[in-house]
């Protein structure tokens, strides 16, 4: 999976992931994660304009990183959704109550 | 409950074909879920509709949707004040009725699979004679929205504490007092010949309604999907939503994590969907549970911890009452189970939890232990960990799904 890191400040990360976050790769995405995390960023921003699907592994991911980051009093945010799979799955699993969503 | 279970399989998954009725009728009691209680409301409502539905003489599809709109026209309304409101006075009010119709409409149309429930439970309130919020009225108004709105009003004018038959005349009359104005005066005519009939309200009485819903619902048999079931499942979790948000948040939580977990164990998409369903699913019992004691900010009595504890208990009951679920129901009910057998409420052990049952009890542990609760705030994940490996070493959870767990961390 590629991606694109871009750092806004020493608060702030936005990573864009490009394609499907799946078994291939969520574990990429967790290193990657991980690393930012220990980067003491308190905003993590994943930009979602080009993901097309996640599955449940990368979305299990996405919220034991939430909750890492939430521990530090940081936030985690997706932003850009534009697939309406992604979309309708988060609403359907009630997850943008639990991570935060922004249009 | 399952007699052979075989602990080192995940479980099975749904049937691909299912009772609408069945799965309606779980719908209904968990809005029917009062404190301490199940009350039969919607069911009630259901029969009368049904019973008009025939003497009317529709086509089956036709009441097949009215009956399974009627079972769960009140999805607009959670709260147990309203419900009290909305069930005891004759005379609802314009604004609750307004919000709850469209709400419940709303709602429905997450039900993807059944697009003609919406509009139905939309109109349920609707006056005939035009008196309502968008000023609809007459024929314009659906037919089984018209029936419902008969029915829902007939059952709340029943009083379950004296004599069925002595309130008929009352009831009859105040029916007749609103043809026209509230009420369709066709459909209040073709009431009117049913109410002749002791047998209709002794089957309210005696609550054999359950066993006529049961044969009507025999009708009711379609293909139902994994996604038609999580769109119920994520209905659920929003009627849970709105008695209690952390609730919601926290069968969130366990869903992804178990689907997660199901995935790095190697299972098929379709396994991991289900057990997310489950997830979904897993508290739906806590609706039972009064609110206060559930958002209570203080560590719960002995007693109050009793009322909790049923309500695995209920999710089971519920879930186990819908042919072809697969093991949804256990892995949804057995979350409190633990392998050796000092969970609750069916005190159950290891060599009856399934593969999928342990993932769940997993899932729950972490997922509360890393979540705030009215009384604690959330345990760092490393803490949670501890408690979890303690307890695994306890033989309560199973090993390799708390490793597959840590190794996702």
Known sequence: MESKTDVINSEQV????????????????????????????KKVILDFSEVESIDSSGLGKLLLFHKKLKEKEGKLIIRNVESDYIKNMFEMIHLNKVITIEE | ?????????????????????????????????????????????????????????????????????????????????????????????????ESHCRLGAELTEKLNFM???????????????????????????????????????????????????????H???????????WFDPELVKIFSVIAEKESFWLNLKVKEYNSILEKW??????KINLSDLESIASIVAHLIDRVSPFTSRHSTGVATIAAMITHELGYSYQQQRAIRIAGLFHDLGKLIVPAEIIEKEAELTAAEFKVVKQHTFYTYRLLNKIQGLGSIPEWAAFHHERLDGTGYPFRISGDQLNTGSRIMAVSDVFQALTEDRPYRPAFSIDKALGIIDSMEQEAKLDAEIVAVLKNAI
Request: glycine fraction near 4%; charge should be negative.
């Open chain 2, 217 to 222: 619902g025999r009708r009711t048999r379609v």
């Open chain 2, 115 to 169: 697009p003609q429930l919406a509009d139905i439970i939309y109109f349920h309130h609707h006056n005939w004679s035009g008196s309502n919020f968008d000023r609809v009225q007459g024929n314009a108004i659906p037919l089984a929205s018209r029936i419902i709105h008969l029915s829902d009003r007939i059952e709340a004018l029943i009083d379950s504490e004296s004599f069925i038959l002595n309130q008929v005349d």
């Open chain 1, 14 to 41: 936005v990573i864009s992931p490009v394609g499907n976050i799946d078994f291939s790769n969520s574990q990429d995405l967790k290193d990657k994660l991980l690393e930012l995390f220990k980067k003491d960023y």
């Open chain 2, 1 to 97: 409950m399952q007699t052979k279970i075989e602990v080192n399989k995940l479980g099975n998954l749904p049937d691909s074909k299912m009772r609408l009725s069945e799965l309606f009728i779980t719908l209904s009691s968990a809005l029917d879920m009062d404190n301490y209680e199940i009350l039969d409301h919607s069911r009630r409502v259901a029969y009368i509709a049904l019973e008009i539905a025939e003497m009317l003489e529709l086509e089956k599809e036709e009441i097949n949707q009215l009956v399974l709109a009627a079972l769960i026209h009140d999805l607009g309304i959670v709260d147990t004040e309203k419900k009290e409101k909305a069930q005891n006075l004759f005379q609802i009010e314009l604004g609750l009725a």
């Open chain 2, 171 to 181: 009831i009859m009359e105040t029916i007749k007092s609103r043809s026209g104005s």
